[in-house]
């Protein structure tokens, strides 16, 4: 998924360095506590892309199957 902000918020890092995502967004992806996630700052500014656990796994696989270009 990719998220952008819209407006100055809440900060969406906790002290403890959880991303705090939004409930709609959470519910939208199917997102539980502690799921893991890999997330990557876009060249854009205010943009970042997260990526669940499974979805590396499946991407991943696929890469070494020779399945992506």
Same mark, same amino acid.
């Given at each position: 998924?990719?998220?952008?902000?819209?407006?100055?918020?809440?900060? &969406? &890092?906790?002290?403890?360095?959880?991303?705090r995502?939004? *409930?709609?967004?959470?519910?939208?992806?199917?997102? *539980?506590?502690?799921?893991?996630?890999l &997330?990557?700052?876009?060249?854009?500014?205010?943009?970042?892309?997260?990526?669940?656990?499974?979805?590396?796994?499946?991407?991943?696989?696929?890469h070494?199957?020779?399945?992506?270009?």
């Amino acid at each position: 998924m990719i998220l952008a902000t819209s407006a100055p918020g809440k900060d &969406v &890092v906790t002290g403890q360095r959880q991303l705090r995502l939004p *409930t709609p967004i959470r519910r939208a992806f199917r997102l *539980t506590p502690g799921t893991r996630l890999l &997330v990557v700052a876009c060249p854009e500014p205010g943009m970042v892309a997260v990526y669940p656990a499974a979805s590396l796994d499946a991407i991943l696989l696929a890469h070494h199957r020779g399945e992506l270009s």
